[in-house]
């Protein structure tokens, strides 16, 4: 029987593990997709800017968000199942653990930013 001595990683494979634990974490943390959408991700937020006038919809921080309509300076979206009708200036509104707001308007986009709640 051989016996082998236990080593220690090389430098180069210890960086090529710390490239792939990188690069996985990214993946995890941006974990969006989207359709009709730019995202910007952070660890507990995400800011959506929805393209007007098509079928616009994101994937983010493990939950849809979609455009549903707008008129005016009044949105609604759709964010983690439920219907939210939100405005320029107003209070966040609160729904699955997250805070949904409404950031602008324009006739081109409409950009909300979605939050994970404190503690929840």
Known sequence: MTKRSATA???LRRTAGLLAGLA????????????GADTDCGLDACTVTFDRGVDASASIL????????AQ???????VAGEHLSLTIGQQAAEVGGFAVTLDSVTDQQVQIRVARNAGG
């Open 24 to 35: 996985l974490g990214v993946a995890v943390l941006a974990g969006c997709s989207s359709d």
């Open 62 to 69: 493990g939950v849809e968000a979609k455009l549903i309509g």
């Open 72 to 78: 005016g300076d009044q949105v609604t979206v759709e």
């Open 9 to 11: 990683p090389t430098p």
